[in-house]
Nanobody, 122 residues
Framework: VQLQASGGGLVQAGGSLRLSCAAS????????MGWFRHAPGTEREFVAG????????YYADSVKGRFTISRANAEDTVSLQMNSLKPEDTAVYYC????????????????WGQGTQVTVSS
């Protein structure tokens, strides 16, 4: 699976951004998808995931209620709507695909996009 993330940018605190990830190469619908982020000086952390079977979603506590992950299998895309952004959300965001039904572990994701920068100013 090849993944291409887009939609990052600079936004003020309290604002919104929508990230998109376009997939190609294999049967997208059979992969669970996740968004991770990586800020300088930290490890890459899980943000949100969506299961390939039921479409159920799960989130890191730090973004729950503010971020929404969704997927459109017919279009081979997954999106991350980010609302009420905070400066601590500043990071490079990556989409990733996993053959597992459910995972928050970055080592269980098989394919990664190139990352898109999100910067939230205070």
């Amino acid at each position: 699976v090849q993944l291409q993330a887009s939609g990052g940018g600079l936004v003020q605190a309290g604002g919104s951004l929508r990230l998109s990830c376009a997939a190609s190469g294999r049967t997208f619908s059979r992969y669970s998808m996740g968004w991770f982020r990586h800020a300088p000086g930290t490890e890459r952390e899980f943000v949100a995931g969506i299961n390939w079977s039921s479409g159920s979603t799960y989130y890191a506590d730090s973004v729950k209620g503010r971020f929404t992950i969704s997927r459109a299998n017919a279009e081979d895309t997954v999106s991350l709507q980010m609302n009420s952004l905070k400066p601590e959300d500043t990071a490079v965001y990556y989409c990733a695909a996993s053959s597992r039904l459910y995972s928050r572990n970055r080592y269980e994701f098989d394919y990664w996009g190139q990352g898109t920068q999100v910067t939230v100013s205070s």
